[in-house]
């Protein structure tokens, strides 16, 4: 992401969630997250079967086959970071810290409560 920022000219100090140590804690994450998607099923390999073994990994297989069955019937490509426009419509500090509106009525102020 940092290239396509830089490929349109968006110096990256403007950006509030700009961190130094990006990209390497993307990396860290996604590896967190492959590691902790493989490793919940573990189990299934001491003691074997199909059922269980399809409970703990059939995420895997059916979050790739709805990814490339959509970019083959939607015939969309993979963006590579320098062709994101990553300025347009992005609304800054100011607009996203909205301030507040009180709840009106009981329901408002329940759901205030519990959300």
Do not use: C, H
Not at 34 to 48: I, P, Q, R, W
């Amino acid at each position: 992401m940092d290239r396509g920022m830089k490929a349109q000219g968006f110096d990256l100090k403007k950006n509030a969630y700009n961190n130094r140590m990006q990209p390497y804690v993307a990396y860290w994450g996604i590896f967190w997250t492959a590691f902790f998607t493989l490793v919940t099923g573990l189990e299934v390999f001491f003691d074997f079967t199909a059922a269980e073994f399809l409970t703990s990994y059939i995420n895997i297989p059916i979050f790739a086959v709805l990814y490339i069955g959509y970019k083959v019937y939607k015939r969309t490509k993979i963006w590579q970071p320098e062709e994101m426009d990553f300025v347009t419509g992005i609304p800054t500090l100011e607009e996203t810290d909205a301030p507040k509106i009180p709840p009106k009525n009981g329901w408002e102020k329940f759901a205030n409560w519990l959300f």
